[in-house]
C-alpha cells in the first residue's frame, strides 16, 4: 500500500451494503441501502462495531472511534465493476487510515480480496470476457502511450470481436461437416471442399496477420534491454549519458572504469527501453573487473539488443578483420563511435570496409559531438516496431497466451486444409476444427480451467 491524494477501499458481494453500515455514518441522514446508486455522499468512518448511538440524529461518536471523514458510493448491482453490489469508501490516502479502515471492514464482516479477485469476479460475472480481464492489468501496467493504447483497445473488446467472428466461422464450417457426417448414408452434403477450403484459407491468413504482430506486441508492452557493450574506453558509458542526457555514468579515459551494470530508463517513440552499460571486456587480473565482465556477460545473454561498440582512433581499415568478434545478426548493431577525429574520407572507408567484413550496416557515431544519435535511436526503435496501429484492424497479440491459443488453432487449421486436400475422412476433419475452435475459445475464456484462471489473476495486484 502506498501514499497517495485519496485511497479508496471496495467492498463487493451481496453483503457490501450490510457491512459497509455497519461502519459508516453519512453527514446526512439516511442509510446507504437507500441512497440513489451511483451517488458520492459524505461519511465518518467509524471503526467496527458500529456504535449503538451512530444512528440517532445529534447523537455523537466517540471522537476515537472515527478512523477518517470522506465519500461514500453505493453501485448496485449489475452496474458495477464486479457486477455485485459495490460499496466504495473514499478516504485519505495515507496509509495508516486504509490499514485502519480494511481492518474496520474486516471486523464488521469483510475479507480481504485475493489478488485480482475484483476483475475475476467481473470475469465470472460475465461482465468481462478473459483477454478483456487481461487487458485491465495491461491498462494499469501500461509502460507508454502505445501500450496503453492497444490495452485499452483490448478492454473494449476489440480483440474478443475479432477471436468472436473467426471462432463462429469456424463453429459454422465445423457444425456443416458433423452434420455431413450424420447424414453419409444419405449421401447428403453440407458444405463442400471447395466452401471449406476458401474459409479456411481466409481464417489461417487472418491468424496469421494476428500472430505477425506478436513479437513487436510483447516489447511494447514488457519494453527492450539494449546493452551497451565492447572493449573498454570504446565510450559505452559516454554513449548511455549522451543517450539519457545526464551525466549518470563516469566517463574517464583510463580503461577499465565501469565495473557495475548501470542501467536506465527511456521512452523513445512509445517504447519502453532500458538502456545498460556494462564493464568492457578483455583479459584482466583485477578481481573487481573479473566480476564486471561477468556481470557484463550476463547482461549481454539477456539484452534484446546489444550495441557493440568500436572505437573509431583504435580502428584502421587495416585492423579490422581484428574486429573483436561483433557477433552481428538480429541482436546486435555494430557502432562505430569517435567519429569526430576521423576524416570524413578515413570514415567513409573505414564503415566500408566494416560492412563488408561483418555483413550487416553498422553505425557510426560521436558521443561528443552527437553526431549519428538520432538515426542510431530510429534504427533502434524501428528494429523492434514493425507494427502499426492503423493495420489489422488494431489488433495486436501482446501476450503469450493469446499467441500459444492462435499457434495452437493455426496447427488445427493447417491439419484441417491438409486433410481435405488429401481427401481425407469427414470425422478427422471435425476433429481439427473442434480443436481450432478450443484454440480460439481459450483466448475469450469460454471454457477455462481453475489453473489457468488463478495463474492469470494471480498476477493482479490486491484491489483490483
Ligand atoms: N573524441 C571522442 N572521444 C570520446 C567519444 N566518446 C567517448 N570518448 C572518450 O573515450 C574515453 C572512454 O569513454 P568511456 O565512455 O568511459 O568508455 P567506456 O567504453 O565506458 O569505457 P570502460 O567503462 O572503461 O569500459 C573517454 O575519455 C571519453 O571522453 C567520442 O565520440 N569522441
Ligand atoms: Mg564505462
Redesign the pocket.
Known sequence: MAEGGIGIIRISGQDATDIASRIVRLRRNGTLSTLPTHTLHLADIISAPYPESADTPGSSIAQERIIDEGLVVYMKGPHSFTAEDVVELHCHGGTTILRRVCESCIAAGARLAQPGEFTKRAFLNGRLDLSQAEAVLDTIKAKSDFALTIAQRQLRGELSHHVEELRTTLLSLQARVEAGIDFSDEDISFVTHRELLTDLRDVDRQIQTMLDTAEAGRVLRDGIRVVLA??????????LNSLIRDNR??????????RDIIEESVIWNGLPITLV?T??LRETTDVVEQEGIRRSKEAQAQGDLILH?VDAVDFQESKVAELPSPVPGQKTFVVL?????LASCTMQNLSTALEKQIGHRIHA?????GEGLEELKSAITSRFLSISLESNDGVVINNVRHRMALDRALTAIRQALSSIEQGGQAELLAVDLHDATDALGDIIGSITSDDVLERIFSEFCIGK
Do not use: E, Q, W
Not at 557515431?365 to 559531438?369: G, L, M, N
Open positions: 565492447g572493449s573498454p574506453n570504446v565510450g559505452k558509458s559516454s554513449l555514468a563516469i566517463v574517464t579515459d583510463v580503461p577499465g572504469t565501469t552499460d564493464a568492457g561498440l563511435n569517435k567519429i569526430d577525429v557515431i560521436s558521443t561528443k559531438t
